[in-house]
């Protein structure tokens, strides 16, 4: 070879060696962004939303024009005019969820829009409102974006998931472990979810995220019905402080 070519091979050597770098760099940099930056972003957009909420709550302000107490489990279903809905991307309740550690509470906001799933967990707006008779469907993350329901398939039944909207606590047990189904089994989240078990109307609860733990392939379904409610003046649930 002559040393023209040997030159030539070198500089072709070199310069994918240096792309080769470069491009390793980029993916660390996106994996530390995904891993992160993003969850970094989230907590703090949560919090903010946390915070946002229990400020309007002190004050006195509702998060929804109409709401008030859910009726006990013990009424039946009554006629009543069409649910008013949640303000579009805004925040309304707050989660805790005691299986997935004393600190983890999450706000719940309406929509499942990418710019909303950043924010918190997002309610499916075309299903029931907190507390009423129907399902109240939520989304949420399992990774990235604050990782919300990173620990999701730890769900068993009994597990307490617990909301508030400022005026109310909310319990809802837990009563299957999460279910796996493909992105289009829109049922899950249907009044009387189909394969949930429940035979007939109630006050039930859906919970949905992705699987598996760093795909989108299929979705986790945990099905809960609402166990108990309070007023807040008498104080956070015994699923809460036991």
Same mark, same amino acid.
Request: glycine residues 12%.
């Given at each position: *070879? !002559? ?11 070199? !310069? ?6 470069? @491009? ?5 940099? =996106? ?14 957009? *949560? /919090? ?21 107490? $859910? ?5 039946? +279903? ?14 309304? $309740?707050? *989660? ?5 550690? $004393?600190?983890? $509470?999450? +706000? ?7 710019? @909303? ?7 499916? /707006? ?21 990782? #919300? ?7 068993? #039944? ?16 837990? /009563?299957?472990? +999460? ?5 289009? /089994?829109?049922? @899950?989240?249907?009044? @009387?979810?189909?394969?949930?078990? =429940?035979?007939? #109307?109630?006050?039930?609860? !859906?919970?949905? !995220? ?33």
């Amino acid at each position: *070879m !002559t040393l023209r070519g040997r030159t030539t091979v070198r500089w072709i050597v070199r !310069t994918l060696s240096e792309i080769c770098v470069t @491009v390793g760099a980029l993916i660390v940099l =996106f994996v530390i962004y995904v891993l992160f930056w993003t969850g970094v972003r989230a907590d703090s957009a *949560m /919090d903010g939303e946390i915070g946002k909420l229990r400020h309007q709550w002190s004050t006195g302000q509702l998060t929804a024009p109409d709401a008030k107490p $859910a009726p006990g489990d013990g009424d039946g +279903p009554r006629p009543s005019a069409p649910p008013r809905r949640y303000e579009p991307g805004a925040s309304f $309740a707050v *989660m805790y969820i005691p299986r997935f550690g $004393a600190d983890w $509470a999450k +706000p719940v906001l309406e929509g499942t829009a990418t710019d @909303v799933l950043k924010r918190g967990l997002g309610h499916y /707006d075309r299903t029931a409102r907190l507390g009423d008779l129907g399902n109240f469907s939520v989304a949420g993350h399992r990774r990235t974006y604050g990782d #919300p329901f990173k620990d999701f398939p730890q769900l068993r #039944p009994g597990d307490a998931v617990v909301l508030t909207d400022g005026t109310t606590w909310f319990t809802y047990r837990i /009563d299957n472990r +999460p279910y796996t189904t493909l992105p289009g /089994d829109i049922g @899950v989240i249907d009044p @009387v979810p189909r394969k949930s078990g =429940f035979n007939g #109307p109630g006050r039930y609860l !859906t919970l949905t !995220t992705c699987e598996p733990e760093w795909g989108h392939s299929h979705r986790l379904i945990a099905w809960a019905h609402l166990d108990s409610t309070q007023p807040v003046a008498q104080g956070r649930p015994s699923a809460l402080t036991g």
